[in-house]
């Protein structure tokens, strides 16, 4: 008979390790699940923000292609020495 008990207690011990590993990887899998669930949300919310900065970075890009523009005309204005620069 003591094998037995031997025996069932080893069992339990194994069905109580058993059953606290799937707890743990219950629990992992969720916190991995909630962590990307967070990732993808500020990647959308990025996005949206991008997409708002698309705009200021497109108007600052067209100021810096307008002042070389208007450089430009000035240096050949004052090359063929019809701008009022210094001459």
Sequence with gaps: MAFYDQANNIIGKVQDTAAGAMDTTWNAAQTAKDK???AIQAAVD?????????GGFFQ????QV???AQGTTETVKTALGLGGGNN
């Excluded at 990025?46 to 698309?54: F, L, R």
């Design 36 to 38: 990307a669930s967070d």
């Design 46 to 54: 990025g996005a949206g923000d991008g997409k708002d900065n698309t």
């Design 60 to 63: 600052q890009a067209g100021e």
């Design 66 to 68: 307008k002042r070389a």
